[in-house]
């Protein structure tokens, strides 16, 4: 019976180990990984004038469940960088929020929104950027849900700009959203792109 519960609590142990590097695993990318990288992440230099985005959430598994295409349009107010957004989805759900947004010299971030509870918090280091925030978010039947999001930005090497975004509710994992950034001079936002397909 004892060399049963020595070998039972060795290949628990085993079990346990594997599973903690299974989870760390999951865990995603740290900016600590990030602090040489570049193209150094200038991201009030990114989002200055305009942008368009285009990604889906997913859901745990994996699927696609809610498409959108979003348009920024970032300027200076005094010392806040300011981020007007406007994202539409394909359920008919259209989103605007202000971000405004200060970042110091040692690459802290802060950003307040009124969609937002609290502030969104990060740093900016190398060619990323990650930030925490809870937000309230509407969905096609008039419901809205407060959820947790945990961002990852990253500045490609040849200019493009991706984005991970990890969801939770009540700390319980919801899916992803995945997002690609674009410059544009104004004329190729979301609208005129849909009445663009629209009128094919």
Excluded at 77 to 84: A, H, N, T, W, Y
Excluded at 118 to 139: P, S
């Amino acid at each position: 019976m004892k060399m049963h519960t020595r070998s039972s609590r060795s290949n628990w142990s085993v079990l346990c180990a594997v599973l903690a590097s299974a989870l760390a695993a999951c865990s995603g990318p740290e900016l600590d990984d990030l602090r040489d990288d570049t193209p150094l992440f200038d991201f009030e230099g990114y989002f200055e004038g305009h942008t368009r985005a285009s990604g889906w959430f997913s859901d745990r598994a994996g699927v696609p469940q809610r498409h959108f295409c979003g348009d920024f349009v970032g300027s200076y107010d005094g010392d806040d960088f300011v981020l007007d957004e406007r994202l539409f989805y394909t359920d008919g759900v259209i989103e605007d929020r202000v971000w405004r947004v200060r970042i110091d010299d040692n690459g802290v971030f802060v950003a307040r929104s009124d969609t937002l509870v609290g502030d969104a918090r990060g740093q900016v280091r190398g060619n990323g950027l990650q930030m925490r925030y809870t937000m309230v978010i509407a969905v096609a039947d008039g419901a809205e849900y407060q959820l947790d999001f945990n961002d990852f930005m990253l500045l490609q090497p040849d200019g493009s700009l991706h984005n991970i975004t990890r969801v939770k509710k009540l700390g319980v994992r919801l899916g992803t959203v995945t997002t690609q950034y674009a410059h544009h001079d104004g004329s190729e936002g979301c609208e005129v792109r849909a009445s663009e397909l629209a009128a094919r």
